[in-house]
């Protein structure tokens, strides 16, 4: 039985970065990844596949939480790749008529899912960027194809928005809610 629930998990801090395990609370088994030396701070974990999977080999995406790094690693590989995505995107975002600076805004890719072989995430002003893995020295890279998503009007209800991959579709749901309750939901 392989469930699809894994959890990435830090075992310890250490003095020279991260020890990381990816951990299957169902059948309780354990894959231990190479130490993780940089001292970022963690925002997303993505799988591109079950680690367990016997047709697919695993590649595993970590957002960091306050710069513009993916870490990628791919099962079988000996060590992480750190890839900074700010100057691709940015030079994205410039030619399709955004003239923005992200260390501005200190506005990185958040909300990321991996669905039919590429991995998406929500950037800057709301576009969707499609991240495809390459083979070759970086590992990755920004498609510069951005979408504008639509998105709610402006309101005083608190707002959650997340991008879905389920049956080979992409999906991005929003939602507005206040403490105790759900206000509107769009798919």
């Known amino acids: 039985m392989d469930c699809t629930t894994w959890l990435c998990l830090l075992a310890n801090y ?10 299957n609370p169902y059948v309780l088994q354990k894959i231990e990844l ?6 970022s701070v963690i925002g997303d974990c ?3 596949s079950s680690p367990t999977a ?6 595993i995406f970590l957002f960091s939480y306050h710069t513009s790094s993916i870490f990628y690693f791919q099962l079988g590989y000996e060590q992480w790749t750190e890839v900074d995505y700010c100057e691709e995107l940015e030079t994205t975002l410039n030619l399709n008529g955004e003239k923005v600076s992200l260390m501005r805004y200190k506005s990185y890719l958040t909300n ?19 991240i495809e893995q390459q083979h070759g020295y970086r590992g990755l ?3 510069s194809i951005l979408v504008l998503m639509p998105t709610l009007p402006s309101t005083r209800f608190h707002r959650v928005c997340r991008l879905l991959g389920s049956n080979n579709e992409l999906y991005r749901i929003e939602i507005l809610h206040t403490k105790y309750k759900v206000i509107y939901v769009v798919v």
Do not use: M
């Open 14 to 23: 250490i003095s020279k970065g991260y020890k990381l395990f990816l951990w």
């Open 34 to 39: 190479p130490h993780h030396a940089q001292h």
């Open 46 to 48: 993505i799988l591109s």
């Open 54 to 59: 016997i047709d697919q080999i695993c590649s």
């Open 112 to 130: 990321p899912v991996y669905c039919n072989g590429f991995l998406f995430a929500e950037s800057f002003e709301r576009y969707l960027v499609v």
């Open 141 to 143: 890279t920004i498609n």
